[in-house]
């Protein structure tokens, strides 16, 4: 299902999710060209994001506002 996201920080490549998502939800990140609702797809885990140590990075309120996450 498509949700409306918050996005954080930039830490290398990846991005903080600010908010957005509930606990166990995965995100696509590729082949979202071919996503439709309703049409099953088989996700394939990445490596875990890591948290810096002393928790999420401060706000950065350059990111963009209302990306959205399938």
Known sequence: ARRAIELGTAID???V???GLDPGD???TDGLQMLQPGVPILPQ???PAA???GG???TDDAAPAGA???
């Open 56 to 58: 999420p990075p401060p």
């Open 26 to 28: 995965r995100v696509v």
């Open 68 to 70: 959205a996450a399938t």
């Open 51 to 53: 948290m810096p140590a």
């Open 45 to 47: 885990d990445g490596p």
């Open 17 to 19: 999710v600010r908010s």
């Open 13 to 15: 490549d990846r991005r």
